[in-house]
């Protein structure tokens, strides 16, 4: 930021980790032990500047923020020059490794290159079997318009369920704050408005809130081991790199990885390589590895044995989806606020687990590896990167 000058709002703010009740407590407290044994300046209290109480807490003073829309503008406007480009809404269907490597977009054409990294939110291919090593997440967040002081810290809890608190100024100068939380698999029918509805409610308890104008959801791919990966994609892979798995902390995570792999790529040691080896051997994760794949096959099976919602289309309200058998099939659809039907296969197009309704987003998500596909189909988010099959509303 400094020393290409890109103007982002950076700040310096206090960080806190705290606990609503005694439970949520002992993490605080493992949470300040870590730090410490880290070498950073943690330090408990119960007093934070927060317009609501806690049981305990952890802060680090001096911590860093800035708004990671125009971060990311100003670094791309840095890359155009040298032979460098910037292509968006250029979707990527494959990648052949080279030398040369050559990448297929979704339309056909082709672009060479020496060496490729794969930086999606989800790695797009599945020779690194990634999709068995990570677990996709979606999470809410409100933006509240507010009255008064904004609070002098960024926090989230340390336990479930999860309350981020965010303060912000609008190039206005008016105050916001940004509450996140209510996370979940992908897939799980977990998925609703209430989400939002419970975030806005939690704002309007502790904050004076004029309205509550902004909602979203993001997704995050979550490594079993808890480790980001950035470097080789595979074992055999040497022009072929990754960057993903940021579990959340994105803006930190995301650049450690890429200086990891621009030092791979320039034949460069980083201390961190051997740490994010996505090609790592990790015994302490073999349990949780266990249980995603148990929850894979659950879906995978037991999606195909339960009965459809509805007998025919005619049954789904405005607003809505229902599954509806056709014939020896079952098929999504949704009807949407204008009256307009629209059925797809419930077959993911990436390894073919059944996808479920998200009604928060209005969207068809897998619960087995997180592909999420719009209304008619389309591909929203990987690993999949073909779109569901149409479908007529059945009868």
């Known amino acids: 930021m400094r020393d290409c000058a890109i103007d982002c709002a950076w700040r310096r703010i206090a960080d806190a980790t705290y606990a609503f009740d005694g439970a949520q407590a002992e993490q605080v407290a493992s949470v300040e032990e870590a730090a410490r044994a880290a070498g950073l300046p943690a330090r408990a209290t119960t007093d934070l500047p927060l317009p609501f109480a806690v049981e305990a807490a952890v802060t680090l003073e001096g911590q860093g923020q800035f708004d990671p829309v125009r971060y990311v503008r100003g670094l791309a406007a840095l890359i155009p020059g040298d032979d460098c480009h910037v292509f968006e809404r250029t979707a990527v269907a494959g990648v052949e490794e080279g030398p040369p490597c ?36 979606r999470s809410y967040l409100v933006a509240a318009r507010v009255r008064g002081e904004l609070p002098k810290v960024t926090a989230i809890s340390a336990g479930e369920p999860t309350r981020s ?60 081991d808890n480790l980001p990966y950035a470097g080789r994609y595979h074992p055999r892979a040497r022009r072929l790199y990754v960057n993903c798995g940021h579990q959340k902390w994105g803006m930190t995570n995301a650049t450690i990885g890429a200086r990891v792999v621009a030092d791979l790529l320039a034949g460069r040691d980083n201390p961190y390589a051997e740490l994010l080896d996505p090609n790592r051997v990790s015994v302490r994760s073999a349990p949780q590895v266990a249980r995603a794949q148990l929850w894979v096959g659950a879906h995978l099976i037991g999606d195909r044995l339960t009965s459809a919602d509805a007998a025919s289309a005619e049954e789904v309200p405005a607003g809505e989806a229902r599954v509806v058998r056709d014939g020896l099939a079952k098929v999504g659809v949704h009807r949407d606020d204008a009256g307009a039907l629209h059925a797809v296969s419930l077959r993911c197009t990436h390894l073919g687990c059944l996808v479920h309704w998200n009604g928060a987003e209005r969207s068809w998500d897998c619960p087995c590896h997180g592909s999420r596909f719009g209304i008619d189909g389309d591909v929203l988010a990987g690993p999949a990167t073909r779109p569901l099959e149409r479908r007529e509303p059945p009868r």
């Open 165 to 224: 608190v965010r303060p912000y100024r609008d190039p206005a100068g008016d105050p916001w704050v940004l509450v996140g939380g209510e996370g979940h698999l992908v897939g799980s029918d977990d998925a609703a408005p209430a989400r939002y509805e419970a975030l806005e409610r939690f704002a309007r308890e502790h904050l004076d809130v004029i309205d509550v104008p902004h909602r979203w959801s993001t997704q995050d791919g979550m490594p079993l």
């Open 102 to 137: 050559v990448v297929t977009t979704d339309d056909g054409r082709t672009i060479t290159a020496g060496a490729v990294v794969v930086c999606t939110n989800y790695p797009l291919l599945d020779r690194g079997l990634f999709f068995a090593r990570m677990e996709a997440v």
